[in-house]
């Protein structure tokens, strides 16, 4: 009997192992599956974000999001550096913050008859809390006057550079590139001490503004944008027309809107084809800047510069172009810029804003004579 009780006693204590054997199993595959789960979703999410931005932005933000979210911004650490104003840095500051690379039409609130900056308001800022939100929580061009409490008066110059060439604010976070850093990294030192010269001489304005926020996932993508200048930028050759022209075009960002691309995002460079829909009359589309025949062949040096001073290409308007701040540059620029220009790979990609819009099968949008493309 002790036999017997001993056996049955075995058998439900091995009854019960074996039971709590397979419960702990299955307890066991199923945390595996949640923890499965739980990993699954942000990369899920993560996978959506980076489909998201791919069509609102295109491919190389999806680059950008992966370092910004990894990586975060890249920041070199400031430096004690300053610039010494001179006659001459003043006046070449002037003409580039003014003209070629438009600081003061970004940051000042303009007449809105001449598009000229308002007296009293240089560099003072602009908020626009009426701006199409999807990326932003709002439009803000910060102050860049002097002015000690709202403006940059207690910038260094070392914050203002690394701000105009690097993407890197004052106070460490990324800029969304509607400031143009990226063109700007090609901003020589010189020509960038001249414009911060010049900024430093305009009047302050007491002008308190809030700061321009970036929306989730697009935060992200803008803190894999910048990258540190650790060398020198020198002065090209401003005797060469075209070495000036070129880096006229690099500085003042024509390729931001006549940078073209194919159906496939390949570049394609000063073929234009950007459109714009703000126009109450339809999109317009920039234009092809290349030496093609569906491009700009058929202008001579002076039919180009007239153009940039007046908008106008004979009685044709140019509806999207900044002439107003072009009539400030130089005709010797000018001519460089379409020098240059002269240089460029032919594109066929013909752009017409006098035709209806119609689907283009090589930038793959709706544009002017698209469809005879």
């Not at 975060?72 to 650490?77: D, E, L, N, S, W």
Request: proline content about 9%; glycine content about 10%.
């Amino acid at each position: 009997m002790c036999v017997n009780r001993c056996d049955s006693g075995c058998n439900r204590e091995i009854s019960d192992h074996n039971g709590w054997s397979v419960r702990g199993a299955g307890m066991s595959r199923r945390w595996k599956i949640f923890v499965a789960v739980l990993l699954a979703i942000p990369l899920l999410l993560f996978t959506a974000f980076g489909v998201f931005v791919d069509k609102a932005l295109g491919r190389r933000a999806v680059g950008q999001l992966i370092a910004g979210t990894f990586r975060g911004t890249k920041a070199r650490p400031l430096t004690n550096g300053t610039f010494q104003p001179t006659p001459a840095r003043l006046e070449r500051g002037k003409y580039l913050a003014e003209g070629l690379t438009a600081c003061l039409m970004c940051h000042s609130e303009r007449d809105p008859q001449t598009r000229s900056p308002l007296a009293g308001k240089l560099g003072a800022g602009i908020n626009d809390p009426d701006f199409p939100r999807p990326i932003l929580t709002a439009l803000v061009f910060p102050n860049i006057s002097p002015d000690l409490e709202t403006g940059a008066g207690t910038w260094t110059d070392d914050m203002l550079a690394r701000a105009i060439r690097e993407g890197v604010g004052h106070d460490g976070r990324p800029l969304f590139p509607l400031m143009p850093y990226e063109s700007f990294r090609n901003m020589s030192d010189e020509d960038l001490a001249s414009v911060i010269v010049y900024l430093r001489s305009i009047p302050p304005v007491h002008n308190p503004l809030p700061k321009m926020k970036v929306r989730f996932p697009f935060i992200l993508v803008a803190r894999g944008i910048p990258q540190p200048l650790t060398s020198a930028v020198a002065q090209p050759d401003m005797s060469d027309p075209v070495k000036r022209g070129e880096y006229m075009t690099k500085i003042a960002e024509c390729f931001a809107c006549h940078e073209g691309e194919d159906r496939d995002h390949h570049s394609l460079p000063f073929a234009g084809g950007h459109v714009f829909d703000d126009d109450p009359k339809g999109p317009i589309a920039a234009a092809n800047l290349t030496p093609d025949p569906s491009g700009i062949s058929y202008y001579d040096e002076g039919t180009f510069i007239r153009a940039l001073r007046t908008g106008r290409v004979g009685a044709r308007e140019l509806k999207v172009m900044p002439w107003r701040r072009w009539g400030k540059v130089s005709d010797e620029d000018l001519s460089a810029i379409f020098a240059y220009l002269r240089t460029v790979t032919p594109v066929k990609h013909r752009v017409d804003n006098t035709e209806p819009p119609t689907y283009c099968r090589v930038c793959g949008q709706k544009h002017g004579a698209g469809a005879l493309n």
